[in-house]
């Protein structure tokens, strides 16, 4: 099992690993719980982005003493594809994922008239009844802004791939691919934040694009 955050400049933050004998409810509870515990700590409220496997919901809902409760959003890709079993349109489904996006209510509200005037009765139907979790998957009501414009698993999957065929490796050898890989990624890291010090000064690549776009529209 792996858990996985994104840092300021958009980039994959390896942040715990272990061996489990399955995935479980006892496993992710028992991964979870560790993660929460001796690697988040108490100090700040953590959002959680995953489909809606339900040994992951389990154990996002379980309370820890002097913890705050975990922020469990939606993976946008996953939402979409429950969508699609509904309604087998892609310009339907890019049209779901327009809605998800939209950081603004009025915004949200104008989406999704034009959505529901696309839908098959299945498909209205389905989105009536995820209406109520809004908050889980529609940015424009991500209260708190927990989920900081992430709306998909894309990065946790991106480093399952580097992992993919060394699960057959016997735990030794998953153990040391595991240091090494996450060494030479850090070193690597480090590297260029380093440069971007020097080039950028205290802000990031991701930060000091997003301040230029955001001069660029206020003129």
């Known amino acids: 099992?792996?858990?996985?955050?994104?840092?300021?400049?958009?980039?994959?933050?390896?942040?715990?690993?272990?061996?489990?004998?399955?995935?479980?409810?006892?496993?992710?509870?028992?991964?979870?719980?560790?993660?929460?515990?001796?690697?988040?700590?108490?100090?700040?409220?953590i959002c959680l982005?995953?489909?809606?496997?339900?040994?992951?919901?389990?154990?996002?809902?379980?309370?820890?003493d002097g913890h705050p409760p975990l922020v469990h959003c939606w993976c946008m890709r996953h939402f979409a594809a429950n969508f699609w079993r509904?309604?087998?349109?892609?310009?339907?489904?890019?049209?779901?994922?327009?809605?998800?996006?939209?950081?603004?209510e009025h915004e949200f509200k104008e989406t999704m008239v034009e959505l529901q005037k696309m839908l098959n009765r299945a498909g209205k139907a389905w989105l009536d009844q995820q209406m109520e979790n809004k908050a889980k998957w529609?940015?424009?009501?991500?209260?708190?802004?927990?989920?900081?414009?992430?709306?998909?698993?894309?990065?946790?999957?991106?480093f399952n791939r580097v992992f993919k065929d060394v699960r057959s490796l016997p735990v030794s050898g998953i153990v040391e691919f595991s240091c090494k890989k996450c060494n030479e990624y850090f070193v690597t890291r480090y590297g260029l934040a380093l440069r971007n010090e020097e080039e950028l000064e205290i802000w990031g690549k991701a930060a000091h694009e997003y301040l230029q776009e955001a001069e660029e529209l206020s003129k």
């Not at 496993?27 to 515990?37: A, D, G, I, N």
């Not at 982005?49 to 820890?64: F, K, M, P, T, V």
């Not at 509904?86 to 603004?104: F, G, I, S, T």
């Open 138 to 158: 529609a940015l424009a009501y991500d209260e708190g802004g927990f989920r900081y414009g992430i709306m998909t698993t894309n990065s946790s999957k991106s």
């Open 49 to 64: 982005i995953s489909d809606h496997h339900i040994e992951i919901l389990n154990a996002a809902g379980e309370h820890i």
């Open 86 to 104: 509904c309604q087998r349109k892609k310009e339907v489904a890019d049209k779901l994922k327009e809605l998800c996006n939209k950081r603004m």
């Open 1 to 45: 099992m792996m858990a996985a955050a994104v840092d300021p400049e958009n980039q994959i933050v390896p942040l715990a690993f272990a061996l489990a004998e399955g995935e479980n409810n006892d496993s992710r509870s028992w991964f979870m719980r560790l993660l929460r515990v001796h690697v988040l700590g108490p100090s700040r409220t």
